[in-house]
């Protein structure tokens, strides 16, 4: 290669291509790494996971036990041998077989019918233009900064005229969808929905409906799954509502735990027994699930 072929800077200084192919090929290199952890943060991730299993380690230890050895100081570390004995005492007394298909009825026809509902109202609010929108959105936020105990009393009022006192549609009904997950979907389909996607669709000539079946929800699924798995959680472990339109005839899970700790001596042992058969629905479900949900996650955070 000759001097004149090369190109010449301002400063009548020649470039070098070779040099910036190398550079190119070192940032494609450190680009392409992976960075792997240190001593530390396996130490730091070992003691996070320690702190985050202990608190049901310590349920399964003071439920194989009997109340006098729970209450010695100190407090046992190391599993007894009534734990089956004690989970099936916590079953029949309080009723937990009822009780979970309750749970499993209601988290599940909330958690589904608030994914449902709260992508549909994010797909409006993120990507239709109607009069009103902002105002509109602004007051569904504005839903999460009222406390729901001041509703409890006009909502149990409204129950009772519907006759659904007592009965599992009174917990299910108000709860069918929630602001933080129309706000958490409106956000999401934000940023993961191109707009130009959208309209693409209008001129095949899709209508809205069209659109948000064969567009909006493969594109959310991942965030659908999260949103599902919240509220799926948070419907089972909610205790003040069903506690106050439901009765022991007809209990949630957290209800039926108040069974075991009636009486003037409370058996701490039984409590712990009876929270751990609440608790393992939710840690089956989460196995089963759990490497969809994250994948789901890490599928959104590529595509956004």
Do not use: C
């Not at 004995?85 to 077989?97: C, K, P, T, V």
């Not at 956000?187 to 064969?214: C, K, N």
């Not at 339109?245 to 700790?261: C, E, H, K, R």
């Not at 969809?292 to 996650?297: A, K, P, T, W, Y």
């Amino acid at each position: 290669m000759t001097t004149e072929s090369l190109p010449v800077r301002t400063d009548g200084t020649l470039r070098t291509p070779a040099k910036k192919a190398t550079g190119r090929r070192v940032l494609g290199q450190r680009a392409g790494r992976q960075h792997h952890a240190g001593p530390l943060a396996y130490v730091l991730l070992a003691v996070m996971a320690l702190l985050s299993i202990f608190p049901l380690y310590w349920t399964m230890v003071a439920a194989s036990t009997d109340n006098t050895r729970v209450s010695q100081t100190p407090p046992p570390f190391l599993p007894g041998p009534n734990l089956f004995s004690n989970l099936a005492r916590a079953w029949d007394e309080a009723a937990m077989g009822k009780a979970m298909i309750n749970s499993l009825i209601v988290a599940g026809v909330i958690a589904l019918s608030t994914v449902f509902f709260a992508t549909l109202a994010g797909f409006a609010f993120a990507k239709l233009r109607f009069k009103g929108r902002n105002i509109l959105l602004m007051l569904v936020i504005g839903t999460m900064m009222v406390p729901p105990q001041l509703g409890v009393v006009p909502l149990f009022m409204m129950m009772s005229e519907l006759g659904w006192s007592q009965q599992l549609p009174a917990v299910i009904f108000p709860t069918l969808v929630s602001a933080v997950g129309v706000f958490f979907m409106r956000q999401y389909l934000s940023e993961a929905l191109p707009d130009e996607l959208v309209e693409a669709a209008r001129v095949d000539g899709a209508h809205s409906l069209r659109i948000f079946w064969s567009i909006v929800l493969p594109v959310a699924r991942p965030a659908m799954a999260v949103l599902f798995m919240i509220t799926f959680v948070h419907a089972w472990n909610d205790f003040f509502w069903p506690f106050v339109v439901l009765d022991m005839t007809n209990p949630t899970v957290p209800v039926a735990l108040t069974q075991l700790s009636a009486g003037y001596i409370r058996d701490q042992s039984l409590i712990m027994a009876g929270a751990l058969l609440g608790t393992l629905p939710l840690l089956a479900m989460f196995i089963v699930f759990g490497r969809q949900i994250v994948s789901g996650i890490m599928q959104g955070a590529v595509k956004g």
